[in-house]
């Protein structure tokens, strides 16, 4: 699964690298800008974020949390790592509501170059927090099977 999200990581990532440098060199050498790549590339900057997220919670390098639980001390690590994981759940679950309220919101919206529908882009907010959640609850037992 990790290897199926770093080649999606990687697809958008380099995706997002040839729209731009194509941006450029249609403005400036060909003296024609293409209306769809910069917002093409903005919505797959935004996919990287969030998929990156969760990558970042399965692999425990959240920065705020890692600095947290590298202050455990003996007989509190349990508990440090239990309010850890909770905190992140919390977050995950606000973020998740919110998202669902934008996409909500976004209905109606589609983008001014793409034509697409806003909810598209915006349902990787809801989507990547509930797996986030979901990783950080199962978080033991995966860390197990690994």
Do not use: H
Request: aromatic share 12%; proline share 3%.
């Amino acid at each position: 699964m990790e290897r199926k999200i770093g080649v999606a990581l990687s697809g958008l990532t380099w995706a997002m690298t040839f729209l731009l440098i194509a941006q450029v060199f249609f403005r400036y050498v060909v003296n024609a800008s293409l209306p769809w790549g910069e917002e093409l590339s903005r919505y797959a900057m935004i996919w990287i974020a969030f998929i990156g997220a969760v990558v970042l919670v399965r692999t425990n390098q959240m920065t705020a949390f890692q600095i947290f639980a590298n202050s455990n001390v003996g007989k509190f690590d349990f508990l440090t790592g239990l309010l850890r994981r909770c905190s992140t759940a919390v977050f995950f679950c606000v973020l998740a509501v919110s998202g669902v309220k934008l996409v909500v919101l976004a209905l109606p919206q589609s983008s001014a170059a793409l034509n697409a529908p806003m909810t598209v882009v915006y349902s990787i907010i809801p989507i990547s927090s509930i797996i986030c959640v979901l990783v950080v609850v199962f978080s033991r037992w995966l860390s197990r099977n690994r």
